[in-house]
């Protein structure tokens, strides 16, 4: 693993200098287009390499790839890569996974998410053949929603009112006041298969019963362009994005923290380090939390809109309690436990309720199960597996959890729970093993709330409504990452830097 330099000072403002806080797959993206565009980029973070929650841990011989799992959508990492002279195929190798993942419920059920349509109806069938018919018409629906939420709406600034105006009558048609769960259950019978055809939220930090119905379309990008894993994890990626900027003559201070964005007349015009060290900048684009970056590092500046108050009535989304592990000897046990399943609560809605609204740290618990050596070799010694286990749980806001306490009380339930119904004998297999609690989130990423995906996606926390691209607080200043538009999920923190590009001006050559 090649860490890359800390540089100590940088120079003042050339005309031409951008400054980046965080290292992230948003900030990595924003500074690639950036330097491409003959901005002469610094990148700030604090951790020791790239990616933020994209980045990884390697301990006992093992690499613990921290966050995203997946990669969809790859032509935009494809057009990314392009907009810099270079191959994005060079660079990364995508392995597709097919099937996707494997949902399993407490009664033995199975639902195994492929690519091939056919096959989709048959598990559709199997467990209620009446469903078949609403399964069509859902990927119908989010055929259309992708259509017009990710690739239109998703790819375009939406910081003038006007624009939500223009687009209100679509989202009436489309019944964006939906939620992806009332939708789901419009189509299907069966609630094993309304829980398969909404979960997908999750993923980006909303909760299904809630969150706007346009985010049915992962179901659509899913289908329409496969599930990858980058072999050598999101992290790998992230070195080769660093690659990148440091070819186009960039820099990266890493394991140093931004203290403050410097507003001056109302123009963003560098960062002060918490070394107190000021570096200029003609424009500085935060890679930080939205809530973060107005909150803390324009403390001292005026706002009008993000100002605190609104900040704190603002729904952040859930938080995660993940248990990071590497076994011994296992690499030929557990023969049926592929790279990505999804173990189910007695409970859905109620599980989610608990989660989102009540802020209760459940007894139940639905798991997401990483396998990552099924397919990549080097996150493990040889015959060895690593794993990561994801449980969504309640963010720090609520304070009704007290995780010093509950760490350990929680691992033990999880491990029951993986025991009973998939890794039977995992607890004498675990040679290595390192746990991320919302605390975690909250320290590691300077995450209000610990929350594992920034502002929740419901719809009036979405497009115009959500902390804009340009930031309508300083001049110069730029927001990126799963904070902003268009949102959370890794295609859609890569878009913000394309949404960025549209809106920077040209550097002073």
Known sequence: MTRIEHIESADSTSGNRAIIIGAGLGGLASAMRLGARGYDVTVIDKLDVPGGRGSAIWQDGFRFDLGPTIVTVPQLYRELWAACG??????????????????????????????????????????????????????????????????????????????????????????????????????????????????????????????????????YLEKEFGVHYAMGGLVGMAEKMAKVIKDQGGTFLMQTEVDEIVVRNGKAQGVRLASGLELGADIVVSNADAGYTYDNLMRAAPKKRWVSKRLRRTRYSMSLFVWYFGTKGTRNEWTDVGHHTILNAPRYTGLLNDIFIKGKLADDMSLYVHRPSVTDRTVAPEGDDAFYVLSPVPHLGHQKVDWAAQEEVYKAKMLKVLEDQLLPGLGSKIVSECVFTPQTFRDRYLSPHGSGFSIEPRIFQSAWFRPHNISEEAEGLYLVGAGTHPGAGVPGVISTAEVLSQLVPDAVT
């Open 86 to 219: 270079r191959e994005f195929d060079e660079d990364v190798e995508l392995r597709a996974l097919d099937p996707f993942y494997e949902i399993r419920w407490p009664d033995g059920t199975k639902f195994v998410a492929q690519q091939d349509t056919d096959k989709m109806r048959a598990e559709v069938a199997k467990i209620e053949p009446r469903d078949v018919k609403g399964f069509e018409k859902f990927l119908k629906d989010s055929e259309r929603r992708y259509w017009f939420g990710f690739e239109d709406l998703g790819r375009r600034s939406m910081h003038k009112l006007w624009d939500l105006i223009k687009v209100l009558p679509t989202f009436v048609r489309l019944r964006a006041d939906r939620s992806v769960y009332a939708h789901a259950s419009r189509r299907f019978r069966n609630e094993k298969l309304r829980m398969a055809f909404s979960f997908h939220p999750l993923f980006i930090g909303g909760d299904p019963c809630h969150v706007t119905s346009m985010y049915i379309l992962v179901n």
